[in-house]
């Protein structure tokens, strides 16, 4: 199994072509379904599976991405992605993963490729124990009424947004995440 670091995912969304697929195992989770909105603003061809189909999920495939119901290895061959993305939910066991393993497709947690993702941005991390996605929210909204159009990453659904996530207006550059410590990838993101 090839696994990207932080640099080698910064290098693989340089060269990436266009329109390039990449699959999120466990879509419908709000981190995952957050990274799979921003790689579409990005125009990513995007692709996903979970163990069932939510509301999430079907915003996502309004939006043009595909999704499949369960982890199932044919579901992964049959779209032949470039990159997979996963996140701490998902087990190393998984069928989807197994293929990754055994095709040599690479792979890269979900924090390392959002954080690659805004590393040219004025990020601002949101980290610690309680009020994250609240915090995360009224910062993005902020900087939204100021007229600063910010990219976010936020851990909930924001009904003043719509979604919970999107890339923002690239001349601006301000990316509000909301961050995990827990998991050890905090260390990945590089924010002012």
Not at 35 to 42: K, M, R, S, T
Not at 115 to 133: D, E, Q, S, W, Y
Not at 135 to 143: E, F, H, R, S
Request: proline share 4%; charged share 20%; glycine share 10%.
């Amino acid at each position: 199994m090839f696994r990207l670091n932080g640099e080698e995912t910064e290098e693989w969304l340089a060269n990436a072509p266009e329109s390039a697929s990449v699959y999120l195992v466990g879509i419908g989770g709000c981190g995952m379904s957050g990274l799979a909105h921003l790689l579409l603003d990005l125009g990513f061809t995007v692709y996903g599976s979970d163990l069932q189909k939510n509301s999430v999920i079907r915003q996502l495939c309004a939006r043009g991405a595909q999704t499949f119901e369960g982890h199932a290895p044919d579901q992964l061959q049959s779209v032949k992605p470039t990159l997979i993305v996963y996140s701490s939910a998902i087990r190393m066991d998984n069928p989807e993963m197994a293929v990754a393993e055994k095709q040599n497709i690479p792979i890269v947690r979900r924090a390392v490729l959002l954080a690659a993702l805004i590393k040219c941005r004025r990020g601002v991390c949101v980290a610690g124990m309680h009020g994250k996605t609240t915090t995360t929210a009224l910062l993005a909204q902020a900087l939204d009424a100021l007229g600063a159009s910010p990219g976010y990453a936020i851990g909930a659904i924001v009904p003043q947004f719509g979604r919970h996530a999107r890339m923002g207006d690239s001349e601006v550059r301000f990316f509000v995440v909301e961050t995990d410590e827990s998991d050890g990838t905090l260390r990945e993101f590089h924010a002012e």
